[in-house]
Nanobody, 119 residues
Framework: QVQLVESGGGLVQPGGSLRLSCAVSGTIFKIDTMGWYRQAPGKQRELVAAFTSGGSTNYADSVKGRFTISRDNSKNTLFLQMNTLKPEDTAVYYC?????????????WGQGTLVTVSS
């Protein structure tokens, strides 16, 4: 089984920065996409940033120019650098990995990490 463990959330003032990490463990035959989603209170979960199957990146319009997704393959870790944070970025942030194990396609989620942007 694949496990995703997020860390790095917390309380930050508007204009501040945070770096989220997602540690990936377990075995997956081939990764399709990896990324970050978020869910604010009363809202649906939405894509924040992701690596596509081709290795390029996608960002939500609301975070373009402020957030950067990256990964360290040697440490099986996914990152999300968040700069110039705004109150509307407040949400639980989830790490997501989609890919194949022999005979099946899997979608894996972490437990989430809370980011609160407030003065």
């Amino acid at each position: 089984q694949v496990q995703l463990v997020e860390s790095g959330g917390g309380l930050v003032q508007p204009g501040g920065s945070l770096r989220l990490s997602c540690a990936v463990s377990g075995t997956i035959f081939k990764i399709d996409t990896m990324g970050w989603y978020r869910q604010a209170p009363g809202k649906q979960r939405e894509l924040v940033a992701a690596f596509t199957s081709g290795g390029s990146t996608n960002y939500a319009d609301s975070v373009k120019g402020r957030f950067t997704i990256s990964r360290d393959n040697s440490k099986n870790t996914l990152f999300l650098q968040m700069n110039t944070l705004k109150p509307e970025d407040t949400a639980v942030y989830y790490c997501n990995l989609k890919g194949w194990q022999p005979g099946k396609y899997l979608t894996n989620w972490g437990q989430g990490t809370l980011v609160t942007v407030s003065s």
